[in-house]
């Protein structure tokens, strides 16, 4: 459960001379406990896209695990740093540190499927995990968070509306709770076992803004045989203001789409949509435009999950670092109550919206990194949805 080994076998052999004792001897085969991830890609719309991390989970063979992250492109640019110590306590208790800065500036972005606006991002988080036995584990965690918006050319109406009831720079501190478990035969490529998380986040009061988000995410493998089983996988969150805030704001709500998510269809693509008006607005003495298209807004509802079968690829001998499988991915993001009365896709959770694919998918961790792979056909569009039949990732470990 480590994560530290790639196999482990317990030989229990008789101690000579005794009737009632053993000996019991574990023997251990290390996998990469490191991971260096590179992407490289190119957009018209979004020019030369830049990506890099680094993390060890085993750092200087302490145990702890040490991550640092950085995005960059034309519009994001994200640096992360993470520090975990799993074992701060004799008992198990946890401690990790992190700092983080996110800019994202779509505010000049003449292109479909992104709200036009920017938001700088900075804090720093720190977070306490408790074991309460073998596989599950309480976390309790504090995050220190400044965000400051800036409308774009073509902002859509909600997010002028939210500006206009909210402002533009808000401090606030997030306070979490969440709780695990995992009963997983391997930490990677697991073949038996279950996992799951719980997780809620407020902001807590003296912070700018009031909103809750609860989110929860589990997943269970079946074996059918010796080599092949089947995976059950759910991720839903909710989240919505209170107090003096209407909603979650906008930039914190959920979109769907993609690998890790629904295949099939492009990152980000399901969800409400925002209002497709055009006029002018007056901001500080500047004329901005509202947005022309429709565009993903987000939602406050997260649906999604699927089911894997999972096999062997035929003619290939070791399958110790190989995983393909047979998979059907659905989910929708939905809003329980509109921004405005013409956002398009809210009001209620409407299954017949949902987004379902059919695909197979390959994993690999090779020499060089590990390699994903996903082909999928969408079974069913919803509004608005774009389609992204291929999709990979690409990382290395070490």
């Known amino acids: 459960r480590l994560?530290?080994?790639?196999?482990?076998?317990?030989?229990?052999?008789?101690?000579p001379g005794t009737d009632d004792q053993?000996?019991?001897?574990?023997?251990?085969?290390?996998?990469?406990?490191?991971?260096?991830?590179?992407?490289?890609?190119?957009?018209?719309?979004?020019?030369?896209?830049?990506?890099?991390?680094?993390?060890?989970?085993?750092?200087?063979g302490t145990g702890n695990k040490v991550s640092i992250g950085?995005?960059?492109?034309?519009?994001?640019?994200?640096?992360?740093?993470g520090f975990t110590d799993p074992y701060f306590t004799a008992d198990g208790v946890s401690l990790g540190?992190?700092?983080?800065?996110?800019?994202?500036?779509?505010?000049?972005?003449?292109?479909d499927g992104v709200?036009?606006?920017?938001?700088?991002?900075?804090?720093?988080?720190?977070?306490f995990g408790y074991p309460i036995n073998e596989t599950s584990r309480l976390t309790y965690g504090l995050t220190l968070q400044h965000d400051n918006i800036s409308p774009g050319t073509y902002s859509a109406d909600e997010i002028y509306d939210f500006i206009a009831r909210e402002g533009k720079s808000f401090n606030n501190l997030k306070a979490s709770i969440g709780w695990s478990e995992s009963t997983l035969n391997k930490g990677v490529l697991a073949t038996r076992g279950h996992s799951q998380s719980l997780t809620l986040m407020a902001t807590t009061p003296g912070s700018d803004l009031s909103f809750y988000k609860l989110d929860y995410s589990g997943q269970t493998y079946l074996p059918l045989t010796s080599n092949t089983s089947l995976r059950l996988h759910t991720s839903l969150g909710y989240g919505n203001g209170y107090g003096s805030t209407d909603g979650l704001p906008f930039y914190e709500s959920y979109t769907a789409g993609g690998l890790g998510s629904v295949r099939g269809f492009k990152d980000g693509s399901l969800g409400p949509r925002n209002t497709p008006a055009t006029g002018t607005y007056a901001s500080a003495g500047q004329a901005y435009y509202s947005d022309r298209d429709t565009d993903v807004l987000g939602g406050n509802i997260l649906i999604a999950g699927g089911a894997e079968y999972i096999f062997p690829l035929p003619f290939v001998?070791?399958?110790?670092?190989?995983?393909?499988?047979?998979?059907?991915?659905?989910g929708n993001v939905y809003a329980d109550t509109c921004y405005l009365s013409t956002t398009q896709g809210c009001g209620s959770v409407d299954l017949a919206?949902?987004?379902?694919?059919?695909?197979?998918?390959?994993?690999?961790?090779s020499p060089m990194g590990p390699l994903s792979f996903s082909?999928?056909?969408?079974l069913k569009k919803p509004d608005g949805a774009e389609t992204q039949i291929f999709q990979f990732s690409l990382g290395q470990t070490f």
């Open 3 to 15: 994560g530290f080994f790639k196999e482990v076998n317990v030989e229990t052999p008789p101690v």
């Open 375 to 378: 082909l999928a056909a969408p």
């Open 353 to 365: 919206q949902m987004a379902v694919s059919l695909g197979v998918g390959v994993t690999w961790y």
């Open 22 to 60: 053993v000996d019991v001897n574990y023997s251990v085969e290390e996998q990469a406990s490191g991971s260096i991830t590179a992407s490289v890609g190119f957009a018209q719309s979004a020019g030369l896209i830049l990506g890099g991390s680094i993390s060890q989970s085993n750092f200087l």
């Open 70 to 81: 950085l995005t960059r492109s034309e519009y994001q640019t994200k640096y992360n740093f």
């Open 115 to 127: 709200s036009y606006y920017a938001i700088d991002s900075y804090g720093a988080g720190v977070s």
């Open 317 to 330: 001998k070791d399958q110790s670092q190989l995983r393909s499988s047979v998979f059907v991915d659905a």
């Open 97 to 111: 540190y992190n700092l983080f800065y996110n800019s994202t500036d779509y505010s000049d972005y003449y292109d």
